[in-house]
Each structure stands twice: as structure tokens, then as C-alpha cells.
């Protein structure tokens, strides 16, 4: 099956949820720090090296503890893109 190219986070949700600032997408950041999590742990389990694991996982702690916006999975563009701090 050929690929479109599309890519639905670009199409989606680029502008109305990050080029907005409103960084709400309806997918709790603490739900996507837990998926990374998961993903990370089994990858080790596995014996399956994952270097970005961890700072991916600092990224989303950070994002987290980041008051107003722990509920937001997008809140990791204000934070180290320098969006939102109006």
C-alpha cells in the first residue's frame, strides 16, 4: 500500500492546538509520559537500548510540572519552544 505522505499531527493538530497556544488537544500529558514510560521499560526488559528514553522522559516530566499545563500533551511546544509565556 503506497504511502500518502500526509501527517495528521501537521494537518490536525499543528494549528489549532500549538500555532494557537491553546495546547489543548484532550490527551492528558501525564498519559503520554506514562506511555513513554511503558514503551521505555519493555524496551528494557528486552535488552533493546533506547538513548533518547531518557530525555524524552525528562521532557515530559518538565512539561508536567509546568503549573497550568500538566493536563495538556502539547504543552512541551510552550515550554521548550517558547510558546505561551504571554
Same mark, same amino acid.
Request: glycine content about 18%; proline content about 3%; cysteine-free.
Given at each position: 500500500?503506497? &504511502? &500518502?505522505?500526509?501527517?495528521? $499531527? $501537521?494537518e490536525g493538530k %499543528?494549528?489549532? !492546538? +500549538? +500555532? &494557537?497556544?491553546t495546547f489543548a488537544d484532550g490527551f492528558p500529558l501525564r498519559l503520554m509520559a506514562k506511555d513513554v514510560r511503558t514503551a521505555d521499560d519493555m524496551?528494557? *526488559?528486552l535488552g533493546i537500548a533506547t538513548p533518547m528514553a531518557? !530525555?524524552?522522559? *525528562? *521532557? %515530559?516530566g518538565g512539561c508536567s510540572a509546568d503549573a497550568g499545563r500538566e493536563g495538556e500533551s502539547h504543552a512541551g511546544a510552550a515550554v521548550y519552544?517558547?510558546?505561551?509565556?504571554?
Open positions: 500500500m503506497p &504511502s &500518502s505522505g500526509r501527517n495528521n $499531527t $501537521t %499543528l494549528k489549532q !492546538f +500549538i +500555532i &494557537s497556544e524496551a528494557h *526488559a531518557g !530525555f524524552v522522559r *525528562a *521532557a %515530559l519552544g517558547g510558546a505561551g509565556r504571554g
